[in-house]
């Protein structure tokens, strides 16, 4: 049984980067033709993907951030992260990591946004971005 935790501060000031740690057990994050992503549900939106790193270390992100997420992994402690800089109020939400979706790739869809793309999740964390 593959279980995820994501780990980082719960509170973020504007303009400073978010940063989130998932740690990985039961599975590997190089298994072969696994993905990793992190996903995000903010106050009245709907489910967000924002990016995943594949088995092989390729990451790949959500066009609509505008270049501000970085995805990168530890495969020596069986992590990956997640950094968002330039951080509003808007990206206050409970920010998930999960195994998925399959066959991840540079093309993006609409439907990495649905649970149904991502076998395990971890319990989610709650990140609030105020000064």
């Not at 740690?23 to 190089?30: A, D, E, H, K």
């Not at 549900?41 to 995943?52: R, V």
């Amino acid at each position: 049984q593959v279980q995820l935790q994501e780990s980082g501060p719960g509170l973020v000031k504007p303009s400073q980067t978010l940063s989130l740690t998932c740690t990985v057990s039961g599975g590997s994050i190089m298994a072969g033709d696994s993905a990793w992503s992190w996903i995000r549900q903010s106050p009245g939106k709907g489910l967000e993907w924002l990016g995943g790193i594949r088995f092989d270390g390729s990451p790949f992100y959500n066009p609509s951030l505008n270049r501000r997420t970085s995805i990168t992994r530890d495969t020596s402690k069986n992590q990956f992260s997640l950094q968002l800089i330039s951080v509003t109020p808007e990206d206050t939400g409970v920010y998930y990591c999960a195994r998925g979706p399959p066959k991840l790739s540079s093309r993006y869809s609409i439907g990495y946004n649905s649970w149904t793309m991502y076998a395990y999740r971890g319990q989610g964390t709650q990140v609030t971005v105020s000064s």
